[in-house]
């Protein structure tokens, strides 16, 4: 049985796992989105400072 890194690995160099790789890539292009990353970063590293 292959192990999930195996599985990834075969995934992501498949046709399939190109495309979706490469429109990921293109969505993270996008000024609206690294935007929305940001935020989201700030959020996350805020909420594990102790109060």
Do not use: C, D, H
């Amino acid at each position: 049985m292959a192990t999930l890194m195996q599985r990834l690995q075969t995934f992501i160099r498949s046709p399939k796992g190109q495309k979706l790789i490469q429109q990921g890539r293109q969505q993270l292009a996008k000024p609206e989105n690294q935007a929305r990353l940001r935020k989201l970063a700030t959020k996350v590293t805020q909420s594990r400072r102790p109060r």
